[in-house]
């Protein structure tokens, strides 16, 4: 009989983390507040990040990427919230690296060799194009759609809530776009589109959200938006499916990503609580405080090893060796534990540090209203995530909407 499990990082994977950690103290934590208040990541981290290979790390070798594996994706993620605490530089990477293998493994050849060798280089983005106005988590009243006509799908409809609009627009790119091409079909009758945004019939919006200000949030309109029939994501009628690859593996980097940020807040709040002095004493005298932060480490494990975990799986299921609905529970668990758990770390972090940590001159405000946004959307909202994992203890019957 074998050890069973074991709970340690590869070489590789622990010099990667080492080096990136690194990097992350000395040039993305100290420019959290900028990037916050300024509403943009700058060039030159963007520019970093490229050269890391963190962008491209799951595209392929062949078309500028690394090709490495969902564990260290995870590892990055995680390591990149830890530096900027708001969490948008994570938002950035997690979705190059989550619909960046998704165009790799299904995107046409010309798409892949258009766009990802730009992805990698950080001279294009990518995202996900899914939610629209009447609802997000309920796909089947999606009202977009794509025909085709002579060499082109010829799209309509509205995407909202989109992450990365205004960096696609400014740098290129484009969106996985989850449309309708045989609407009597439900879910079997949509296909996944690549829209970029430069295109004649394509207009755009942005919001303005209460966190993660380094990312855009927008949407796009679609009038008669023309793309070359080589455009299409996989096959015809199966964009369902790969939405739900793609939603399977950006959920394990969204919880990396809490898990990251909550790390650093909990370190924060550590050094805080050593040195604020009330009553004669640190305040992490007090076992007011100290239960809390006990609390708050366990919460931050439990969360860290669901994200391995899952990340775990996802490598098992890229090499055929687990099932694709085992990853779907394995994913919605740590997506619907972390987001939540890390996000009261932090908020228990800010209160530990008074009116300061409510103040504009500290990280952790930013940190909390990042984190808030994970357990709002961003990937599937929770009792989204509820509901996969009740189907999958409970079966396919009990699906509320199955009639
Ligand atoms: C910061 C941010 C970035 C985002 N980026 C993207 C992006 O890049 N691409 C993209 O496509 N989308 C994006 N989204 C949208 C996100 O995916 C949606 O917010 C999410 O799918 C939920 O959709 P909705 O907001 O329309 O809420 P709804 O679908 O209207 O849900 C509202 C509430 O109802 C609950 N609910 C849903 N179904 C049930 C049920 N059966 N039983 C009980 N409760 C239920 C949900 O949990 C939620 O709390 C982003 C969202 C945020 C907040």
């Not at 890391?52 to 799951?58: A, R």
């Not at 994706?73 to 950035?92: F, H, K, N, P, Q």
């Not at 258009?114 to 194009?129: N, Q, Y």
């Amino acid at each position: 009989m074998g050890d069973g499990m074991d709970f340690s990082l590869s070489d590789e994977q622990e010099v990667f983390k080492r080096n990136l950690r690194e990097w992350c103290e000395r040039k993305l934590f100290p420019r959290v507040k900028e990037i916050d208040e300024e509403s943009k990541i700058p060039d030159e981290i963007i520019r970093d990040l490229a050269n890391m290979g963190i962008l491209g790390l799951t595209i392929p070798e062949e078309y500028g990427g690394s090709g490495l594996d969902f564990l260290t994706a995870a590892l990055s993620v995680e390591e990149i919230a830890r530096g900027d605490v708001s969490v948008a530089t994570a938002v950035l990477v997690l979705l190059q690296q989550s619909w960046g293998y998704i165009l790799s493994k299904y995107g046409s050849e010309e798409l892949k060799e258009e766009v990802l060798p730009k992805v990698a280089k950080g001279e294009a983005f990518v995202g996900i194009g899914s939610t629209e106005p009447q609802g997000g988590s309920d796909l089947l009243s999606f009202k977009s759609t794509a025909r085709k006509e002579d060499d082109s799908w010829v799209l309509n409809g509205e995407k909202v809530y989109i992450s990365l609009v205004r960096e696609v627009e400014e740098r290129g790119g484009g969106f996985l776009t989850i449309v309708k091409t045989s609407p009597e079909l439900e879910h079997r009758g949509f296909s996944m589109i690549f829209v970029p945004l430069s295109i004649d019939g394509v207009e755009t919006t942005l919001f303005k959200n209460m966190g993660r200000t380094g990312v855009s949030t927008g949407g796009f309109l679609m009038k008669e938006a023309r793309v070359p029939l080589n455009y299409l994501i996989g096959e015809e009628n199966k964009g369902f499916y790969i939405a739900m690859e793609g939603f399977n593996v950006a959920r394990i980097l969204v919880a990396a990503a809490c898990v990251g940020a909550a790390s650093k807040a909990l370190e924060i709040g550590m050094d805080y609580i050593k040195q604020r002095k009330l009553f004669g004493y640190p305040i992490g005298k007090f076992e007011g405080i100290q239960f809390q932060l006990s609390d708050n480490y366990a919460k931050l494990e439990a969360s860290r090893l669901l994200v391995y975990k899952a990340a775990w799986i996802c490598n098992q299921w890229m090499n055929g060796k687990a099932d694709i609905m085992e990853l779907a529970k394995a994913s919605a668990t740590a997506k619907l534990h972390a987001p939540i758990e890390c996000y009261r770390i932090a908020d228990d972090v800010m209160t530990w540090m008074g009116a300061f940590g409510y103040s504009k001159e500290s990280e952790i405000q930013a940190c909390v209203r990042g984190l808030r946004s994970y357990s709002v959307g961003a990937e599937g909202a929770q009792n989204v995530m509820r509901i996969i994992i009740a189907r999958e203890l409970l079966g396919k019957e009990f699906l509320p909407y199955k009639k």
